[in-house]
């Protein structure tokens, strides 16, 4: 294997130095070069979004985004969002609505919905249905995932 | 109790700190992985290690390496924990590798070819049934009145034969474990699991230990709906197999591909029915023929087995019933528990089955199934008096008045004339029995206990797995409310064999049901105590709680099971009380076809059901959502392909669960009759609900194209090619 290659990182508003092998990825970075175990792997192949974090304003699926192609960038993870004492909306609602069942598709599921309900827009079932698309969930059948979002999305400024 | 508490856990799920098992690291440790057998039945020949790789920094276990038993015992103690001379199934183990790198530990396994010589394998039910295979694993056979005579008393005799597939659990946080272990230590193990002492009674028979060398922890589960129950203890064998010999830590995450390919999955199923049916609709004679696929090992067939035969009959009343049933070897990897366990797959055959009797008869499906059902006196199929009011009726009618069954059939009966989508209604009606069957609880002998601690609290300590469905939750509310006190004064232990008793395996639909029980007798033994000793004077109950600690050094309550009084079964001559008691449920599906795609969408869903006292609203809920999806699933999206006993597609891509778009809203609505032996008067849920979701769909599809598809998963292949028979 090839030598280990530095990347420099800012996550969660802290600028972090990493070591990572070439051919890893920025799950890979998050949660064993960064110890940042929020981040699940559900497949590790683009299609549950447990992985999806936000990398430069936008949502991506870390499990398939190169380490190399991270260096340089910003990373909000769930661990970026309120902590047990002050969660954030999207977090509150779905406390509240039950919509965390198992807990695993949990993380990916709300850096998605933030993103969704970004602007503030209130969403029917539909378009939510539409805008999380890319995140499996095995346990709720959606409805009080659904129900969370609409919730935290119209309480966004 | 009665009120949507919110959940114990649900804080550290939505910050992402809940601990999930590959969240946990331990100094020096290694990372396991699992070479498979390629094949489905052979010989082992050689096994070839390539000589370019570098395998002294690998620690290497075969099966001559385990120092107990080379087996995962669970009912037949059939099933290697590594292959020796011979694989019965494909990605059968058959030898373990560790490396400090988990990358690594990946590429040694890639270097590892084992040659076979290769023998004839069965793949299907068919070819398992031919004399010349092997016996099955267990087969049952039900009966009550006489057959022959409900035939001649019926002015109908209807047939029928109906198919179901594999299906994956899918739980989203795949399969792993966390092993430490050594000869004077004994061993460790952390995991993402169900049934804690089904993995520390594995481990012992593998290590040649006594159980009280053997700690068990279940980590944070991502789900399991059944997949976690046996399998787990597999793994928690291979890694703590590795750590045995290295002498370090070892883990073993599955990636998602060796999860749905080498895991166990639902048993496929095929059931025949012959139906004699009286001129006013009532059945007079049921002959019914049941049989699943159980794989390469016997693994927990006999029991999947026995609850499909019991449900085959549905919720409903015939003097004359025969059930013959049994389950199958074959060279698929083995099927395993997942939610229902049997049951959906007989009574998606019985209600396919009511809707061709409603067809020959000419009547209304929702009537037909009306005059049938059991009632208060009536007996099942096994013998068993239905003791309590049965709310078939009146769930049957709120399921068709809030699906709107009447005004949709008519109108879509006129718009079913234009464009290319045709919309149908379907119904599903049936019972699920709570906790494990027969005399099955009365062996388990579970036991709870409830402590107070020294910070004041009443902590439960029972073996039950929260794994999504709340059990903390719905747990800490029984205690709390026979305490006399509030939820947040109650706390649970997480499932630790060195701490907790064995509660029994979190299957079932049992954890609040039979579980809970015993948490309640146990917490009001505390209450009693707390009350005796006069400690609740003055002081409120988190202070009473300390002082007792502080009188008597610690104090816990411990509670055992009884069976409810009255019960009976005779395990040979299978009859008797089959479950203490039944929930019971009426489905109704809307779907939409589209006939130039041939997809089948789901666009509204409503479960009426009752499970005796709903504990928590919410929590109930999302059980009843959740397993409606999955049913769902089953029975338009989940396909597992075999390719000569191999899963071919063993990834999210291939194999589609439902995401946010598939599915429609899902409406639940709860009758609610108290169980006088359940806590609080609850019964058990987390199954029922994926048990007619799959009929109801498929008897939707019928009614709106007339295409009468008989096996599931339904693909738009499929249906295609039913809509050219039914035009033929
Ligand atoms: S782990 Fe990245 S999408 Fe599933
Ligand atoms: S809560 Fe379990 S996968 Fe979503």
Same mark, same amino acid.
């Given at each position: ?84 004492? /002050?969660?954030?909306? %999207?977090?509150? #609602?779905?406390?509240? *609505? &039950?919509? $965390? ?6 993380? @990916? ?9 970004? /602007?503030?827009?209130? %969403?029917?079932? #539909?378009?939510?249905? *539409? &805008?999380? $698309? ?6 709720? @059948? ?16 | ?728």
């Amino acid at each position: 294997m090839s030598d280990q290659v530095e990347l420099l990182l800012q996550v969660n508003g802290a600028a972090r130095r990493v070591e990572a092998w070439p051919l890893e990825r920025l799950l890979d970075v998050l949660r064993h070069g960064l110890g940042l175990k929020g981040t699940k792997e559900g497949c590790g192949e683009g299609e549950c979004g447990s992985c999806v974090v936000i990398m430069d304003g936008k949502l991506v699926v870390s499990c398939l985004v190169p380490a190399l192609e991270a260096d340089g960038s910003s990373i909000t993870t769930i661990e970026g969002l309120g902590g047990e004492a /002050g969660l954030d909306s %999207m977090q509150q #609602a779905f406390v509240d *609505e &039950g919509a $965390a069942q198992c807990g695993f598709c949990t993380p @990916g599921m709300i850096m998605a919905a933030n993103a969704l309900c970004q /602007g503030g827009r209130t %969403m029917d079932h #539909a378009s939510i249905r *539409e &805008g999380l $698309a890319g995140n499996l969930c095995r346990c709720t @059948g959606y409805m009080k995932i659904l129900a969370a979002v609409r919730k935290a999305g119209g309480a966004r400024p | 109790m009665g009120e949507s508490a919110p959940r114990k856990d649900a804080p550290a799920k939505v910050t992402g700190r809940a601990q999930f098992v590959d969240d946990l690291t331990l100094p020096e440790m290694l990372y396991g992985v699992t070479v498979r057998s390629t094949v489905a039945r052979g010989r082992i020949q050689r096994i070839r290690f390539d000589p370019a790789f570098e395998w002294d920094e690998c620690v290497i276990v075969r099966a001559e390496d385990i120092p107990g038993r080379n087996v995962v015992p669970l009912i037949a103690d059939d099933q290697p924990c590594l292959a020796g001379q011979v694989v019965n199934h494909a990605e059968e183990p058959v030898l373990l590798i560790a490396h400090e790198d988990r990358h690594m530990a990946e590429s040694a396994r890639r270097r590892v070819k084992v040659e076979y010589e290769r023998l004839p394998g069965v793949y299907s039910i068919d070819a398992a049934l031919r004399a010349d295979a092997g016996a099955p694993f267990k087969s049952y056979t039900v009966a009550k009145g006489n057959v022959e005579e409900g035939f001649r008393r019926a002015k109908w005799v209807v047939e029928g034969e109906y198919e179901t597939g594999a299906q994956e659990q899918l739980y989203i946080e795949p399969q792993g474990v966390l092993a430490v272990a050594s000869p004077r230590e004994g061993v460790t193990v952390w995991g993402s699991m169900q049934c804690p002492y089904y993995v520390q009674r594995a481990l012992a028979a593998v290590f040649g230990l006594p159980e009280e060398m053997i700690r068990v922890v279940q980590c944070e589960t991502g789900g399991g709906f059944g997949g976690k129950e046996e399998y787990p203890s597999m793994i928690a064998a291979h890694a703590a197999l590795l750590a045995w010999k290295s002498r370090r830590p070892v883990k073993i995450i599955y990636d998602r591909a060796e999860d749905i390919a080498a895991t166990t999955k639902r048993h496929p199923s095929r059931t025949r029915h012959r139906t004699g049916v009286a001129p006013d609709g009532t059945l007079t004679a049921m002959e019914i023929d049941f049989t699943l696929d159980g794989g390469a090992y016997c693994t927990l067939s006999p029991v999947v087995l026995s609850r499909g035969t019991i449900h085959a009959g549905g919720p409903y009343r015939c003097d004359n019933v025969r059930i013959s049933s049994r389950a199958v070897a074959t060279n698929h990897p083995p099927h395993g528990a997942f939610r229902g366990f049997g049951a959906p797959q007989s009574i998606f055959a019985m209600e396919r089955h009511m809707d061709r009797i409603a067809k020959t008869i000419g009547m209304d499906p929702a009537e037909l199934r009306r005059r049938n059902f059991l009632r208060q006196g009536d007996t099942t199929a096994t013998g068993q008096v239905i003791r309590e009011r049965v709310e078939l009726p009146a769930l049957l009618e709120r399921a068709l008045a809030e699906s709107r069954w009447e005004e949709k059939r008519r109108t879509f009966a006129v718009t079913n004339g234009n464009g290319n989508v045709r919309r149908g209604m379907g119904i599903a009606a049936f019972m699920h029995g709570a906790g494990f069957t027969g005399s099955g609880e009365r062996h388990l002998r579970s036991q709870v206990a409830v402590e107070a601690t020294a910070e004041g609290k009443a902590r439960v300590l029972a073996s039950s797995c929260e794994m999504g469905q709340g059990s903390k939750t719905v747990l800490c509310q029984i205690a709390a409310e026979a305490l006399g006190t509030k939820l947040e004064d109650v706390e649970i232990a997480q499932p630790d064999t060195a701490e907790v008793p064995d509660s029994g395996p979190t299957v079932a639909s049992r954890t609040s049901m039979v579980v809970g029980k015993l948490v309640e007798s146990a917490a009001r033994d505390l209450r009693r105590t707390l009350d005796q000793s006069g400690l609740l004077e003055g002081r409120t109950f988190s202070e009473a709680c300390r002082e007792l600690v502080k009188r008597r050094g610690g104090f816990k309550s411990w509670s055992r099971y009884q069976p409810p009084p009255g019960q009976w079964w005779d395990d040979d001559r299978y009859s008797g009380d089959a479950y203490g008691t039944y929930s019971w449920a009426v489905q109704v599906a809307e779907v939409a076809v589209d006939l130039v795609t041939y997809e089948t969408s789901v666009t509204a869903f409503v479960s009426a059901q009752e499970v005796g006292r709903v504990l928590n609203p919410a929590l109930a809920e999302g059980q009843v959502e959740g397993g409606v999806a999955q049913g769902i699933g089953l029975a338009l999206y989940e396909k597992v392909v075999y390719d000569k006993g191999r899963v071919v597609n063993s990834q999210m891509t291939n194999y589609i669960m439902p995401a946010p778009g598939d599915l429609p809203p899902i409406r639940s609505i709860f009758l609610e009759t108290p169980y006088e032996f359940g806590p609080g008067g609850a019964k058990g849920l987390g199954e029922l609900p994926i048990d007619g979701p799959a009929p109801a769909i498929l008897n939707a599809v019928e009614d709106a194209t007339g295409a009468a598809v008989a096996r599931i998963p339904m693909t738009p292949e499929d249906l295609l090619d039913a809509l050219e028979r039914t035009h033929e």
